[in-house]
């Protein structure tokens, strides 16, 4: 079992950025797939970006594509999200996500995770 805490949420003003982080705890980090959702209010939950366990495969969201860079620490047990030029549309709850994953893969559907952390606010002012 791992357990997920994010923090690093807040409220931005449109242009401006926001480093998120994720701190895992419980089990080895290395082996899980890590990832980023995010929720707005009324919205289903959205993938934002994913990174394999190693750190050398990233992939996003197109909404989010060349503004948003994941990343992660194994040695700190952390993975970050680095957003920029944010929007009000960014506007959400940010989750961060893991699933056991050795030997690589990409995982975009919400379903394909079986740890989740309980979620940062992120508000972005127009």
């Known amino acids: 079992q791992v357990q997920l805490v994010e923090s690093g949420g807040g409220l931005v003003q449109a242009g401006g950025s926001l480093r998120l982080s994720c701190v895992a705890s419980g089990r080895t980090f290395n082996g899980y797939a890590m990832g980023w959702f995010h929720q707005a209010p009324g919205k289903e939950r959205e993938f934002v970006a994913g990174i394999d366990w190693s750190g050398g495969r990233t992939y996003y969201g197109d909404s989010v594509k060349g503004r948003f860079t994941i990343s992660r620490d194994n040695a700190k047990n952390t993975v970050y999200l680095q957003m920029n030029s944010l929007k009000p549309e960014d506007t959400a709850v940010y989750y961060c996500?893991?699933?056991?994953?050795?030997?690589?893969?990409?995982?975009?559907?919400?379903?394909?995770?079986?740890?989740w952390g309980r979620g940062t606010q992120v508000t972005v002012s127009s």
């Open positions: 996500a893991a699933v056991w994953s050795p030997m690589g893969g990409s995982y975009r559907r919400d379903y394909e995770y079986n740890h």
